[in-house]
């Protein structure tokens, strides 16, 4: 509401994030700023019934920060009539969406895009997905004897004890970073987003492996892994924001 406030008394102008964070909290933060000001535009998007990518009321400044531009009704005293504040002028609404880009916001801000969904609930979606990696890890390697042992060409084994303890190392610092919500977890699962690909779409070939046993099953298996990358790409700008986000 504070934060609603602020960007009512200044309709039409760009309230920078530095300004938020001084009305909200002061000069001395110590707190997660940046995700306490995504977490309240989420919330005044969602109150508002302002659609994130095609927004009316409230909008993302690239790089910079928030212009509220609806039109706002002031009550005066009692028995006056409401005055309605003149519509903002068509080319400024234009000039101020410019900066806004289709995929996301200015880094620290949140995205135009972001669907309505729990920060904290997409990074528990995000370790569930690392955890199982690691479990999926720990079952080949467990049966790393009966896999040299099939007829495969030659130095299938080594790669895959290879690419395993890659994944295994990713995964795992993934898990750190988001466990402990550090706040440039977006921005780094942004540049190693190439090799978490590389390396989990190898991996999603690891069920044929069990081709014999479960037969046509283990194709909905490799159908299922080769998608796990985009999700949790998907659950990570949820939980910290739109592309341009990842990549700031």
């Known amino acids: 509401m504070e934060l609603l406030i602020l960007l009512a008394e200044r309709q039409g102008q760009l309230v920078t994030r530095e300004e938020i964070i001084k009305r909200l909290w002061g000069d001395n933060v ?37 212009r509220l531009v609806a039109p706002i009704t002031t009550i005066g005293p009692a028995g006056d009539a409401p005055k309605p504040d003149p519509e903002p002028d068509r080319t400024s609404v234009a000039a101020a969406k410019a900066p806004i880009t289709g995929l996301g916001s200015q880094g620290p801000a949140t995205s135009s895009t972001s669907t309505i969904v729990d920060p904290g609930l997409a990074r528990a979606l995000f370790l569930v997905i690392q955890a199982g ?16 042992a099939m007829r495969l060409p030659a130095g299938t084994s080594a790669f895959t004890l290879i690419a395993g303890l890659v994944g295994a190392a990713l995964h795992l610092y993934l898990i750190a970073a988001v466990a402990f919500n550090y706040p440039g977890s977006g921005r780094l699962f942004r540049q190693i987003f190439p ?5 989990d779409v190898l991996w999603a070939a690891s069920p044929l492996f069990l081709f014999e046993r479960w037969g046509e099953v283990t194709l909905l298996c490799v159908a299922a892994l080769a998608f796990l990358p985009f999700s949790q790409r998907t659950l990570m700008c949820s939980a910290y924001g739109g592309l341009r986000n990842l990549s700031e």
């Not at 019934?49 to 927004?55: A, E, F, N, W």
């Not at 479990?135 to 390697?141: E, I």
Request: no cysteine.
């Open 133 to 148: 990696y690691l479990t999926l890890y720990a079952f080949v390697f467990a049966h790393l004897a009966q896999i040299r």
């Open 30 to 66: 110590y707190v997660d700023t940046r995700q306490g000001i995504n977490t309240a535009i989420r919330k005044i998007r969602l109150a508002l019934k302002d659609d994130p990518d095609d927004p009316r009321v409230l909008l993302t400044v690239v790089g910079k920060g928030y």
């Open 195 to 199: 090799g978490v690909v590389a390396i």
